[in-house]
């Protein structure tokens, strides 16, 4: 079982930043690739960004050039850096965790991940 633990949600005007934080308890085969993904209410959750083991980066469109994901190693802590935030962007953010090999559109679909944390409520207002 890998325990993910997701932090820094928040409440900002458009155009403010905020950085989302997800612990595991360590990077392993079962963090080998990671994700953020949201739900809004009355919405389907959906991908945001994913990080493969190897650093690679895949994002979804409407959050292309505003959003970054990293992680850190020495922490086993994954980040969702998010920039120019819109009302839009409201919703609970989740991260997620695979020992899968997951390549192309795969890395977006979040039935491919086995692992999940809580959850962090991002509110952005106009």
């Known amino acids: 079982q890998v325990r993910l633990v997701e932090s820094g949600g928040g409440s900002v005007q458009a155009g403010g930043s905020l950085r989302l934080s997800c612990a595991a308890p360590?990077?392993?085969?079962?963090?080998?690739?990671m994700a953020w993904f949201r739900q809004a209410p009355g919405k389907e959750r959906e991908a945001v960004a994913s990080?493969?083991?190897?650093?690679?980066?895949l994002y979804k469109d409407p959050v292309q050039g505003r959003f970054t994901i990293s992680k850190e190693s020495s922490s086993s802590t994954l980040y969702l850096q998010m920039d120019n935030l819109k009302p839009e962007d409201t919703a609970m953010y989740y991260c997620a965790a695979d020992g899968n090999i997951l390549l192309g559109n795969s890395r977006l679909d979040a039935s491919n991940y086995h692992y999940w944390g809580q959850g962090t409520q991002v509110t952005v207002s106009s």
């Open positions: 360590a990077f392993n085969y079962y963090t080998s690739w």
């Open positions: 990080i493969d083991r190897y650093g690679s980066t």
